[in-house]
């Protein structure tokens, strides 16, 4: 499928075995869960949907999930799995067991040598209201959106140094041709 | 908020603040656009919703969306803008301009050596069937759903070597204590 015309290398139409894809999350390694869950729900108002321990691997999973009017999470975990698991935009926390007392340990944020993922991006309903509520929780800034050469776009760090962009879609309207 | 008083160390109850924050996208860099788009559409059924070019900066942006029975995108430009950045679970891929033409250029998976992000994860509606349409398709496999210590699982690889879970919701009911 392509709007008003437009086409792009490559892309093929969307086949029907493709029906009921949906992205389900995105998996990022945190070297505290502590820290990350502590930043994740409080500045981002994330709520831990499932977590899933493997003991013989030695690692625990934290689905998480900005949670929205409407949402019916079940309080059943076998039904809250299946919800989990039916969802778009959740995020996936993976902590290696032990990591959170190494002085020295931390992880790739992609954006550095060697490069390969960038960020995640949350879409807020104000952005100028983001950035006081981020100044409010000491989030670090990477950039404002009055800054550098991509206006109206903020990125900051979350506590692992992985980069997260801040959009407000009307203010997104005017970017591209 | 909490599921049957589960609690978890450091999460905090969603603020007001956060109301609307939407986990919009993941952005992840890709050598060829030609080769990305080609696999995501054709494997994922994914559509490019915004192709943005930067020409000072020399790098395009794509916005790619698993389209839904009842999403109804805008043909304006400037509204699919606004749409595109009010979604969840999109996929955004970056093209630095020329990358393309490397032969030994390659992007970092964020699996091997240093370690940070992990995957991106589609749920879909059967994952025997998804298995088949990736061997149709000519998908590497990292490993099948009867592989391995995680059973029902299934990773692969895109083109540019970041891995992509698969899981359908029905069988996660079991995982987790």
Redesign the interface.
């Known amino acids: ?4 015309g ?1 086409q ?8 029907a ?13 945190i070297k505290d ?7 994740y ?13 493997f003991e ?2 030695q690692f625990s999973l ?1 689905f998480l999930a ?3 009017k409407g949402d019916e ?1 079940p ?1 059943d ?16 926390l ?1 902590h290696n067991w032990g990591t959170e007392d190494q002085a020295d340990f931390a ?4 954006n550095a040598e ?12 104000d952005l100028k ?2 950035e006081a ?1 981020f100044d409010a929780n000491e989030v670090e800034f990477i950039k404002r959106a009055d800054q550098g ?1 991509m206006p109206d776009v903020v990125f900051v760090k979350d506590v ?1 140094g ?1 980069w997260i ?1 801040v ?4 203010r ?6």
């Open positions: 499928m392509s709007f008003q437009e792009y290398p490559g892309v093929k139409a969307p086949a075995e493709t029906d009921g894809f949906r992205l389900n999350h995105t998996m990022l390694r869960p502590q820290a990350a869950l502590d930043f729900s409080r500045v981002f108002g994330m709520q831990v949907l499932r977590r899933l321990d013989e691997m934290y900005k949670l929205e999470v309080e975990k076998a039904q809250r799995s299946v919800w989990t698991f039916s969802q778009k935009g959740l995020l996936e993976t992880y790739h944020d992609g060697p490069q390969g993922f960038g960020h995640i991006c949350f879409s807020v309903p209201a983001a509520w050469k692992d992985y962009e959009v407000e879609a009307a997104m309207a005017d970017k591209g041709d």
